[in-house]
């Protein structure tokens, strides 16, 4: 099972910005689709975005397209969500995950391992 970690999280104002952090620890995060998913209090996971292994495809919630964009930086062994215009219904705890893929396109559907500690992401005035 992959080791990943979330961090980034904070409290934010409605318009402001946020970038969330991925940390593979323990393996090679290259290879891997990860996903970025949220879970806000009385709801179930979400998924938010996902990347491919290659970084070369993403896919986004209707809910946060334009909004948020999902990157990766292999070296670092890190994936990233940049969230910009950020609104109150954000507000969820976020987790990244791997996830599988169909056709070379990430799914976040398809889901590894098991739910991290997340981190929480407050947006409010």
């Known amino acids: 099972q992959l080791q990943l970690a979330e961090s980034g999280g904070g409290l934010v104002q409605p318009g402001g910005s946020l970038r969330l952090s991925c940390e593979a620890s323990g393996f090679r995060l290259i290879g891997y689709n990860i996903g970025w998913f949220r879970q806000a209090p009385g709801k179930d996971h979400e998924g938010v975005s996902c990347i491919s292994n290659g970084g070369g495809v993403t896919n986004y919630a209707d809910s946060v397209q334009g909004r948020f964009t999902i990157s990766r930086d292999n070296a670092k062994n890190t994936v990233y969500l940049q969230m910009n215009s950020l609104k109150p219904e954000d507000s969820a705890v976020y987790y990244c995950?791997?996830?599988?893929?169909?056709?070379?396109?990430?799914?976040?559907?398809?889901?590894?391992?098991?739910w991290g500690q997340g981190t929480q992401v407050t947006v409010s005035s």
């Open positions: 995950r791997q996830v599988g893929s169909v056709g070379g396109e990430c799914r976040m559907g398809l889901r590894f391992g098991s």
